[in-house]
């Protein structure tokens, strides 16, 4: 089984609307009643009436795209190119979500950590793998087993700023995995897990059959400073995803392993686009593949994603 990707999907639209005490209906809105409501800003720091913002269709303005001052139309542009090639990237990103059809056997689980205990907020696995996932009982993140947590609701996780998390990944496929974090904070910028500096740095994304990854590792916080909406997804490959962490690597310049600003996404969802599309390449069948299109195997990877709100 393939999927076909091609590298310019923007569907669902965005609305780049101007600021306006009109309180008429826009055409063709698209409900977005799916999606977390936005906190109202304080009146104080509303933006200009004649300045440019983005919106979700439903209206919820995106986060810090919105100024207190006036502006032209084109300077508007050129401010939020980056925020639209970062929603760009997020979208490609959405679209490789495959947990109910990767045949790859992975599991990951969002845990809040604190000094006495670990407690499970949410968990994601494939569903049609070929192996059976491992039992609760014998998964063990850190003080508790999954047994002894319960789970809630994936739908509506709330997190209060301030708190500290760490993700859980098992392999539990007959081969090693390769993967990468990316996603938005809480303030909308775009972030990335950096492997550290060097020629090993790919050996340390991946996950040998049977066993568990930590994320953040150890000895490094992820601690959520502001509140929003959080988006977080996690790519596992069977190939080294060497385009995506070199297109990382000329923005992440760490000699350690991190939780980092991601300025680029673009080009590093491009460059793990193409390595998916490489790593599916031997299982795809002979055929004639458009050069704007990306075409892989369920069988090469899979997305697990997670969103949650901060308050």
């Known amino acids: 089984m393939t999927a076909s990707l091609?590298?310019?999907?923007?569907?669902?639209?965005?609305?780049?609307?101007?600021n306006s005490d009109s309180s008429e209906p826009l055409p063709n809105e698209i409900s977005s009643k799916n999606l977390p409501v936005s906190p109202v800003p304080d009146p104080q720091t509303f933006p200009a009436k004649n300045s440019y913002g983005l919106f979700y269709p439903g209206r919820d303005a995106i986060p810090s795209t919105l100024v207190k001052d006036d502006e032209a139309v084109k300077t508007a542009v050129n401010r939020m190119t980056p925020q639209l090639r970062t929603l760009l990237a997020t979208k490609l990103l959405r679209l490789t979500a495959n947990q109910g059809s990767s045949r790859l056997g992975v599991k990951a689980a969002l845990e809040l950590v604190s000094p006495q205990t670990v407690r499970l907020l949410m968990q994601q696995e494939t569903r049609r793998a070929a192996w059976t996932p491992p039992t609760q009982a014998s998964t063990q993140a850190s003080t508790q087993s999954f047994s002894e947590r319960q789970l809630p609701e994936t739908a509506g996780i709330t997190v209060t700023v301030g708190s500290r998390i760490q993700y859980q990944l098992t392999n539990y496929s007959d081969r090693p995995l390769y993967f990468i974090v990316l996603g938005l904070d809480a303030a909308g910028n775009a972030i990335a897990l950096s492997p550290g500096k060097g020629t090993t740095s790919l050996e340390k994304t991946a996950i040998p059959p049977g066993e568990n990854f930590t994320i953040p590792p150890t000895g490094i916080d992820w601690k959520l400073q502001t509140s929003g909406l959080v988006e977080t997804h996690l790519v596992f490959s069977t190939a080294r995803l060497t385009q995506a962490?070199?297109?990382?690597?000329?923005?992440?310049?760490t000699d350690v392993r991190s939780i980092g600003l991601l300025p680029n996404l673009l080009?590093?969802?491009?460059?793990?686009?193409?390595?998916?599309?490489?790593?599916?390449?031997?299982l795809l069948p002979r055929a004639e593949i458009p050069v704007d299109s990306y075409a892989m195997d369920v069988n090469a990877w899979a997305t697990l994603s997670f969103m949650y709100q901060v308050v």
């Not at 669902?12 to 609307?17: D, F, G, K, S, T």
């Not at 962490?245 to 310049?253: D, F, I, K, N």
């Not at 080009?267 to 031997?282: F, I």
């Open 245 to 253: 962490y070199q297109a990382l690597g000329t923005v992440l310049r």
């Open 6 to 18: 091609s590298p310019l999907v923007t569907n669902p639209p965005l609305e780049m609307a101007q």
């Open 267 to 282: 080009e590093v969802v491009q460059g793990l686009l193409q390595d998916l599309h490489e790593a599916s390449a031997p």
